[in-house]
DNA sequence: AGGAGCGATACCTCACGGGTATCGACGGTG
DNA sequence: CACCGTCGATACCCGTGAGGTATCGCTCCT
């Protein structure tokens, strides 16, 4: 089986679309069908059910689509960390940390500064991922150690080791009725109609359909909450980081949060392992 | 990158020969170095060194051989994963199990007993994997469950489970000197020199080169053994299917062998779980 | 009944993957 | 020191097959 083939049926198990397939992909619609049926053909087993109505996908067709994710990931991964391991030998060694846009900055600032004078220390590069991105960073070799929450990201194919848990608090605006309570419920946030959850872009840039207003920064959605447009949860540790126009409730049945550092395995580097033993003595 | 690409690096990187390694893909050479140069355009950096004399890996050539190769591993993986579950739809499902030829049988068939009288047991297909070849069935597909052998096999991108620990025996032909011995040391059969260790085949069906005998299977070893051609040294458990004419001596240094149960992360498969649990219950 | 949506089919084109022949650079050897 | 053997790169040719456009056939909605 080819890549190549594997990421056109990804596309279109992901989509269920034909069309939306192969526009995603840069490409025309019939030949896309064709490479489908020719991998079927190949497999001998059938992994799509097309009724003219709508594209299924078959139990072969469901383990292919998250095998073949994996997959991928690993050929992107392989890319990446050559290419990687190709410019550290021209220029000065480096690692990339990714972490969740405008997540922890002061654990992060405080965990950068303490690697900063570890003997051996080589430039972190920090990228900013979405909401959930930063274990995909990590497996398709973008990234070499991630900042991430548990229980909200899969860490089941990463080593990880916990730095701290936490509770959430609500981000309202100032003046919100709910600002005048000192603790709140999940079902008191559920009540709330009036300040829609913010939407995230997706990997690929889209967004997804709902009332809320579409986001790409923290400061961004500080900015609409304060402007009332829309409200946050986000754990206890953003309060350092809020401004004066915006108020963090305690949301006391909120699942506990803990951040934790990860990293693939097999990593061998020298770097990662530092950077690691760094966090956990914080 | 194309997983084609890929491979011929791979293969080329494992063989640091041009020729060759065309030759196992089978292929010309000109077009494998050509593919292998617009490699390395395409990705930006040199992966190889060619000295008229010979060939070696940058750095850059190491991480994408190393990683590489987990990359392929994953896409055989989905391939065969697919192809298995395509034909679990029609027939009936089942699971295959990895072990190495001829190793704790014993154990295997207790095992095997004692899961197909567990409640929604499946059919279990065992296949014979060389030394060292059960790990990369797992990591290719081929098999969902393997029993392999600490501290021989790789274990770590595997989840696994101990099972049992023993030490090993030294297995002679009947009458050799060190018969008359009860007990041995490392050190006793290295100063033996008129029993060759047997040579197993490669994955590719080639055999590395050395002064012992060819051999694909446990009995042929044996049989070989009681010639006095060969020696092997083994699990105690191994005792158990010993022919009469050769004779197993512990050999007290020797390092203590861990069988395992191990299998895929991520697998989600209802059979597997029930089969590790089982085999954790003996 | 008509039209819109969607995947399959038919057919064409050309880029590229693969083959053969050959070159060029080096090293061992008589 | 000239010769040859080895090995990767280059030049050139050819056929396959990936991708494009046009169109069909089926289904559902109005």
């Known amino acids: 089986m080819e890549s190549r083939e594997l990421r056109y049926f990804v ?24 490479a489908i049926s020719q991998l079927e053909r190949r497999l001998g087993a059938d992994l799509l059910v097309r009724t003219h109505r709508a594209v299924t996908l078959t139990e ?3 383990v292919l689509l998250q095998e073949g994710r994996v997959a991928l990931d690993a050929m992107e991964a ?10 550290a030998t021209d220029d000065e060694p480096s690692i990339v ?10 654990l992060l600032a405080k965990l950068l500064d303490a690697y900063a004078v570890t ?13 959930g991105e930063q ?17 909200f990201d899969r860490t089941d194919d990463l080593d990880v080791e916990d ?3 936490e509770g959430q608090v609500a981000v309202l605006p100032a003046g919100h009725p709910l600002t005048t309570r000192t603790t709140l419920r999940l079902e008191d946030l559920a009540a709330v109609t009036d300040l829609p959850e913010p939407r995230w872009p997706r990997p690929d840039g889209s967004y997804p359909a709902g009332p809320g207003p579409e986001v790409q920064s923290h400061t961004q959605v500080l900015q609409l909450v304060s402007l009332g447009r829309t409200m946050m949860v986000a754990p206890d540790s953003c309060r ?6 915006v108020v963090a409730v305690p949301v006391v049945d909120a699942q506990q949060v803990t951040t934790v550092v990860a990293w693939p395995p097999l990593s061998r580097s020298r770097a990662v392992a530092d950077l690691v033993q760094t966090a956990l003595r914080l």
């Open 163 to 165: 730095l701290c848990t």
């Open 240 to 245: 350092s980081q809020l401004r004066d126009d």
């Open 11 to 34: 596309a279109v198990a992901e989509e269920l679309h034909f069309g939306r397939a192969a526009q995603r992909l840069g490409m025309a619609q019939p030949p896309l069908s064709r």
């Open 60 to 62: 072969a067709g469901a």
């Open 97 to 106: 940390l990714a972490t969740k846009a405008g997540a922890s900055t002061e």
């Open 78 to 87: 392989a890319e990446q960390r050559a290419r990687r391991a190709a410019s």
């Open 119 to 131: 003997p051996g220390a080589v430039r972190v590069d920090v990228i900013l991922c979405g909401p």
């Open 135 to 151: 274990g995909r960073a990590l497996r398709t070799g973008r990234a070499d150690v991630a900042i991430l929450h548990q229980p």
